[in-house]
């Protein structure tokens, strides 16, 4: 109940701000970036990670990858993944929590195409997220290992589409496994 409060006043403080001037939503997402990003309690920061989500305000928005509570940090990377942001979600490859790390891998999955936009533009972005994913094969985790390993496959597989476009209709040959001397998997 007490968090509700402080979220409260902390939402009547940033509507005070947002409504003394016409720029004011500028000023209200700063009271939520400083005061709601660092409160104490878990609640209203996830509530300020809300509300920087749907400002838009990327950069305020990534300071909440170093929030302490884990849900926070798992609704930044959704929101971050949301946002189109690859190169924002990259540092949550490396975060001590599994489930983070694995709702990253999710997000740079579904922005394969924007990471192949960021190396068109000359950054190197495909690069970066490439040996951040390939980390991930090793990782301590098994979904998050499973995971990055169907992003790197998608991810190569797009790349070698945007590189080839005239022969993005064929298909590639698939490997066969050879037959197991124990018989077949079930």
């Known amino acids: ?63 909440a990858l170093d929030d302490p509570a884990v849900p926070n940090r798992m609704r930044t990377v959704a929101l971050l993944a949301s946002l189109q942001q690859p190169r924002r979600l990259l540092p949550a490859l490396r975060d001590a929590e599994p489930r983070v790390r694995l709702a990253a891998v999710h997000g740079c999955d579904r922005l394969a195409d924007e990471v192949i936009r960021g190396e068109a533009d000359g950054s190197d972005l495909r690069g970066e997220a490439m040996e951040a994913l390939m980390g991930l094969l090793s990782d301590s985790d098994r979904p998050v290992r499973h995971a990055a390993a169907a992003a790197l496959g998608r991810l190569g597989d797009r790349h070698w589409q945007a590189a080839f476009p005239q022969a993005s209709g064929t298909a590639l040959p698939r490997l066969r496994r050879s037959p197991s001397p124990r018989g077949p998997r079930c």
Do not use: F
């Open 1 to 63: 109940m007490e968090a509700i409060e402080q979220l409260g006043g902390m939402w009547e403080e940033a509507e005070a701000v947002a409504g003394a001037a016409e720029a004011a939503p500028v000023e209200a997402i700063a009271v939520l970036h400083s005061r709601g990003l660092s409160d104490s309690s878990a609640g209203v920061r996830g509530a300020a990670i809300e509300w920087l989500g749907r400002s838009g305000n990327v950069g305020m928005l990534s300071d």
